[in-house]
C-alpha cells in the first residue's frame, strides 16, 4: 500500500494550559480533579462552559465513567467526544483527535483533559487490573507491576549498550534540580547522583529514584483554529507536527526502542524543523532509562549514544538541553493519566512564555513525547508532537 | 503447553482469541518446546501483592522460547542471563499455572531452591503422615518418602496391639513413628491430631477398603456401610481433625505444610460394576477432595489425587492383570508432590481409564459392564 502524505495542522493551535497542583493522596474522586480542570480551563481562557464544543478524556480511575458520562456530570453540551485510555500517550493522542476536529470543523473548541485521583489503594488496585495479559502473564510472578517490567527491559538495554546507573541517574538528577523551582512538584528536597545511587532497591536495576510517586492530580489545554483563539484573544501555540504509533518493533525480542524511531522521520518533516532547532523538550519519565531510550529514538542521537548525550548536556533548565522542565513525573509525582499531559502541558507554558519559575529564557519551539500501556512485557503506545509559540 | 496456531503454526503467549501472525481463531493448547534463553532478569523486592511482598525478594526474568514467544518466568536460583533454560508449567500457591524457568541442566540440589519449592510439594525436609500402615501402599509410601528425604513420617496403625505383616520392617526404619489412628474412628483421629496436627506438613490418605459386589448380589447395605465409613467419612474425620491446622501452616516457615494427597480408584471416574459399591465410595471421596482442595486453597495447601487402576492386593487377587504394584503408587506420591501436581494417573488401567472417558463417555460405561 502507497503511505499517502498526511494533511498539515494549518492554522491549529492549542491554548490555556492548565495544571491543578498534585497531591499524595485525595479523598476527593477522579470526576473532582476533572472538573476542576475544566473550570480552570474556562477561567483561564476567558470563555463559558458552553462556548466548549468538544471534549477529550484520559483516566483510570472514573469507575464506571467514560467521556459520556462526564458531559452530563459537568453540564457540557458538546458534539465532539473521545475517552483515551492510552496511559502515558493519551495526551498526544487526544491531541492530535482534536486537532483534527477543530481542522475539519466538527468542533470550533476541544478540551483535552486528564485527571486521576489516587486513593490509599488505588495504585495497587490499577496495577492488579491493568490488562488481561497483565492479569494473566505478568501480576502472578512477583507482582513487581511496572516497576518489575521495566526493570527487565531497563536491565536490557543498560547491558546491551553499556549504560551505568550514573549515566541514567544525570537524568532524574536534573530533574529535580528543575522540580526545585516549581512550587507544585511533590518532591521538594534536592537530590544529588550520591544519594540517586545510595538509594534502595526495588526491582533491579530499577532503584527508588527510578520511580515516580503515583499521586492524584489533573492536567488540561485546549485546541482550537487560529481565528477562533485570535477572536477570544488567546495566547496559543501552533501546532506543527504529531506521531503516534503502537506495537511497533513487535519483533524486537526485548524493547530497546519505541514506535517513535519509526516515525520521527515524519515528525520533524512535517514540522519543517531539526532535533537542533528545539528549545525545549518533554519526554515521558516513568522511567529515567525510557527517557534515554527517546532521546535516541526522538534523533537527538543515534541508538545507543543515549548515555554520551545525557553526559554531554545539562538538561537542567537553564542547561543547554532543557527537558522535563517542571521536573518531570519523576519529581513533580505521576497523577495517572494526567501524566501523559504533564509534559505537553509544562511545554505549551513554554512557548507561551508562562511558565513562570521553570521557563526557559526565548522557547519558541518545543517538542513533547507520550508512552504508555505496558500491556506485557513492553510499552506499546508511543507519540509525539511539534508546537510552536507566537514568537515563532 | 502453549497456544498453537492450527492454520500457521506459530506458538503464541500470553493466551489470546486469535493468532497475532495470521490473525486465525484456531488456537489450540499444544505441547511446546520447552528451552529458550533467559533475556533479562530482576529481583522484585517491594512487590504490591501481600504473597510476594512476605516472600521478597523474588526473581522473575523474561524468557525467549526457541518456539518464538517471550514469557515472563519464575527463575529458579541457577538461572544466568543469556544462558539456556528449561520451561516448565507449575501450580502457584493459588491454583494457578504459572511459567517456571530451570537451568537446561540438572545443578547440585536444583529442587532445593527457595522459590521452586515455593510451586512444589517436595516432601524432603519436610513431616508426612500416612494414614494406614497396615496396608502394603502404606507401607511402600513410607519407604518411598524417607528414601526422598522426608525428615518424619507418622504412621497411622489402628489397633496397633494387633501385629500385622511387614510391621517389624515399618517400626526398624530411622525416623519413623508408629501412632495410633483408625480414620473411621472421629474420636482417633481427633487424639492423634491433638497430639501431631501441628507437624503434619503432608498428609497422605492410604485409607484402603475395597470389597467385591455391586447391588443385586450382595444383601443389606452392611458392607456399603463399612466402605463409606471407612473411605468416605474416614477422608471427612482427617480432613476435620487434619485440615484447618494445615490451612493455617501454609507459610509456617521454610518447611511448610504443602499438601494432601488421595489415593483413589480410577473407577471413582467411572463405575466398574464389579466393583460397582466400592467404586461409588471412590467417587463419594473424589467429588469431597474438590471440596476440601477448594477449602485448603485460601491456605496455598495443594490437594493431589493419585487414580490408581486394580493394586497387586489381596483383595483384587482375582482381577487380572495389568494390576499396579505398590511401590508404583508410593513413587508416583513422591513424584507427584516433587512437581506440585494436583492429579496423576498410575499405571496403565488408570491411564486407559482417562483417555477413554475423555474420547466416549458413554462407550466407556458400556464396555465396564463385562
Redesign the interface.
Known amino acids: 500500500m502507497m503511505k499517502s502524505q498526511r494533511t498539515p495542522y494549518e492554522g491549529i493551535v492549542i491554548a490555556a494550559p492548565v495544571t491543578i497542583p498534585y497531591v499524595r493522596y485525595s479523598i476527593e474522586s477522579a470526576q473532582w480533579w476533572i472538573g476542576r480542570a475544566l473550570g480552570a480551563l474556562v477561567a483561564q481562557a476567558g470563555i463559558k462552559a458552553s462556548d466548549i464544543d468538544g471534549l477529550c478524556v484520559s483516566s483510570f480511575t472514573m469507575g464506571t465513567d467514560s467521556g459520556i458520562g462526564l458531559t452530563q456530570h459537568f453540564g457540557l453540551c458538546v458534539r465532539w467526544l473521545d475517552t483515551i485510555p492510552l496511559g502515558g500517550a493519551s495526551a498526544i493522542a487526544g491531541l492530535r483527535k482534536a486537532a483534527r476536529a477543530v481542522q475539519a470543523r466538527d468542533a470550533d473548541i476541544v478540551a483535552c483533559v486528564a485527571g486521576d485521583t489516587n486513593h490509599v489503594d488505588s495504585?495497587?488496585l490499577t496495577?492488579?487490573n491493568f490488562s488481561?495479559?497483565n492479569q494473566?502473564?505478568?501480576?502472578?510472578?512477583?507482582?513487581?507491576?511496572a516497576?518489575?517490567?521495566f526493570?527487565?527491559?531497563a536491565?536490557?538495554y543498560m547491558?546491551t549498550f553499556g549504560v551505568t546507573r550514573e549515566d541514567v541517574g544525570r537524568i532524574a538528577v536534573a530533574q529535580r534540580a528543575n522540580a526545585l523551582r516549581n512550587p507544585h512538584a511533590l518532591m521538594k528536597a534536592p537530590l544529588t547522583l550520591e544519594q540517586y545511587l545510595a538509594a534502595?532497591?526495588?526491582?533491579?536495576?530499577?532503584h527508588l529514584f527510578d520511580c515516580v510517586m503515583p499521586c492524584a492530580g489533573a492536567e488540561a489545554f485546549l485546541v482550537m483554529r487560529e481565528e477562533t483563539a485570535a477572536s477570544l484573544g488567546l495566547p496559543a501555540a501552533r501546532l506543527l507536527s504529531t506521531i503516534e504509533r503502537h506495537n511497533a518493533f513487535?519483533d524486537d525480542?526485548?524493547q530497546v526502542r519505541g514506535g517513535w524511531a519509526m516515525d520521527v522521520g515524519e515528525l520533524y518533516a512535517m514540522a519543517g524543523v531539526k532535533p537542533d532547532d528545539l528549545d525545549v523538550v518533554q519526554t515521558y519519565d516513568d522511567y529515567p532509562v525510557i527517557t534515554m531510550m527517546q532521546f535516541e529514538d526522538l534523533g537527538f542521537c543515534k541508538k545507543g549514544e543515549g548515555a554520551e548525550f545525557v553526559r554531554a548536556h545539562d538538561l537542567t533548565i537553564d542547561g543547554d538541553f532543557p527537558h522535563n522542565t517542571s521536573g518531570g513525573q519523576l519529581s513533580v509525582g505521576q497523577a495517572g493519566a494526567a501524566g501523559a499531559y504533564l509534559g505537553l502541558v509544562e511545554g505549551l507554558r513554554q512557548v507561551l512564555g508562562t511558565a513562570g519559575p521553570t521557563q526557559v529564557s526565548n522557547a519558541r519551539l518545543g517538542l513533547a513525547s507520550g508512552f504508555g500501556m505496558i500491556n506485557?512485557?513492553r510499552g506499546l503506545a508511543s507519540g509525539a508532537a511539534i508546537f510552536a509559540g507566537p514568537s515563532r | 503447553m502453549l497456544q498453537r496456531c492450527e492454520a500457521c503454526g506459530a506458538f503464541a503467549y500470553p493466551a489470546r482469541e486469535a493468532c497475532p501472525s495470521c490473525l486465525s481463531p484456531a488456537l489450540a493448547f499444544a505441547d511446546a518446546p520447552r528451552l529458550g534463553t533467559l533475556l533479562a532478569e530482576t529481583t522484585a523486592r517491594v512487590p504490591s501483592d501481600v504473597y510476594f511482598r512476605e516472600r521478597a525478594p523474588w526473581r522473575i526474568g523474561l524468557v525467549k522460547m526457541d518456539c518464538g514467544p517471550t514469557i515472563v518466568a519464575h527463575l529458579h536460583a541457577d538461572c544466568a542471563e543469556g544462558a539456556p533454560v528449561r520451561m516448565s508449567l507449575q501450580l502457584d500457591k493459588s491454583g494457578q499455572a504459572v511459567a517456571f524457568a530451570r537451568p537446561e541442566g540438572e545443578t547440585p540440589n536444583m529442587a532445593d531452591d527457595r522459590q521452586w519449592r515455593e510451586m512444589t510439594a517436595d516432601p524432603k525436609f519436610r513431616r508426612v503422615l500416612v494414614t494406614n500402615g497396615r496396608s502394603v501402599i502404606g507401607q511402600e509410601a513410607v519407604v518411598a518418602l524417607k528414601a526422598a528425604g522426608v525428615k518424619t513420617v507418622f504412621v497411622g496403625v489402628a489397633e496397633p496391639w494387633r501385629p500385622f505383616a511387614g510391621e517389624d520392617q515399618l517400626r526398624r526404619q530411622e525416623g519413623v513413628e508408629v501412632v495410633t489412628l483408625d480414620a473411621a474412628d472421629e474420636k482417633s483421629a481427633a487424639d492423634l491430631a491433638a497430639d501431631i496436627g501441628g507437624k503434619v506438613d503432608i498428609l497422605v490418605n492410604t485409607t484402603e477398603y475395597v470389597r467385591t459386589g455391586g447391588l443385586l448380589d450382595r444383601k443389606g447395605t452392611s458392607i456399603a456401610r463399612d466402605e463409606i465409613d471407612q473411605a468416605y467419612l474416614g477422608f471427612i474425620n482427617l480432613a476435620q481433625a487434619f485440615g484447618p491446622a494445615m490451612r493455617m501452616r501454609g507459610a509456617d516457615g521454610i518447611n511448610n505444610s504443602v499438601a494432601w494427597v488421595n489415593i483413589l480408584s480410577v473407577y471413582a471416574l467411572a463405575n466398574w460394576p464389579a466393583f460397582g459399591a466400592y467404586s461409588a465410595s471412590q467417587a463419594a471421596c473424589l467429588s469431597l477432595s474438590h471440596c476440601l482442595r477448594a477449602e485448603l486453597r485460601p491456605g496455598g495447601i495443594k490437594v493431589m489425587n493419585l487414580f490408581t487402576g486394580p493394586v497387586d492386593t489381596e483383595w483384587f487377587q482375582t482381577v487380572p492383570p495389568p494390576k499396579v504394584a505398590p511401590r508404583a503408587i508410593a513413587q508416583a506420591i513422591v513424584s507427584g508432590l516433587r512437581g506440585g501436581l494436583e492429579e496423576m494417573y498410575v499405571g496403565d488401567v488408570a491411564e486407559e481409564i482417562r483417555q477413554r472417558l475423555a474420547a466416549n463417555p458413554k462407550a466407556l460405561e458400556r464396555e465396564l459392564d463385562k
Open positions: 495504585f495497587r496495577l492488579e488481561r495479559f494473566d502473564a505478568v501480576y502472578p510472578y512477583g507482582a513487581g507491576g516497576n518489575a517490567s526493570a527487565l527491559i536491565r536490557n547491558r534502595r532497591p526495588i526491582s533491579d536495576p530499577i513487535a525480542p526485548m506485557y512485557d
